[in-house]
């Protein structure tokens, strides 16, 4: 029969493998992220060539295809942004689009708020968004997990 006392031994070295076991787990999905990183970055960029689009790569990690940059100044990280915009998957399946929308910033996912901020008032284009700065590995709604996400935007105006 185990007393309180004789469980509080064993717990050191119970505590010393659940520490190992975590640590092995972070550093295994710190590797998953960079090998889904660059798998995403190879599917960006083979869909730009398939479809014979000049782009850019932000530092960020997001693609731009700039249609026009617009004119005047960029939105900042807090701003809503009144714009149009469909959103679809690699193989184009739309999952969302709306027209004269606005939308603020800090709702959005990282990669979308990045490639917006490229944008200036009349801008328009295209944002490709790496699924880690995208829904990542759960998705939601429609988007599945490790989905690269698209952009087609028109930036209208920004406050």
């Not at 520490?19 to 995403?40: G, H, P, Q, S």
């Not at 603020?104 to 917006?116: E, S």
């Not at 759960?138 to 209208?156: H, Q, R």
Request: proline share 4%; charged share 25%.
């Amino acid at each position: 029969m185990m007393t309180i006392k004789s469980t509080l031994r064993k717990m050191p070295g119970t505590l010393f493998w659940l520490t190992l076991i975590l640590v092995a787990m972070v550093a295994c999905d710190t590797e998953d992220a960079e090998d889904r990183a660059e798998k995403d970055r190879k599917k960006i960029i083979d869909y730009l060539h398939e479809n014979e689009l000049d782009y850019y790569e932000h530092e960020s990690g997001v693609f731009i295809v700039m249609d026009n940059p617009g004119s005047g100044s960029h939105p900042g990280e807090g701003s809503t942004v009144r714009m149009s915009y469909t959103g679809y998957l690699l193989d184009e399946e739309v999952f969302d689009s709306a027209t004269n929308a606005d939308i603020f910033l800090p709702n959005t996912v990282r990669g979308f708020r990045k490639g917006v901020m490229e944008f200036k008032r009349g801008g328009s284009g295209t944002i490709l968004i790496p699924s880690g700065l995208g829904y990542g590995t759960s998705g939601t709604g429609s988007i599945p997990g490790n989905a690269v996400l698209i952009f087609d935007v028109e930036i209208i105006d920004f406050f």
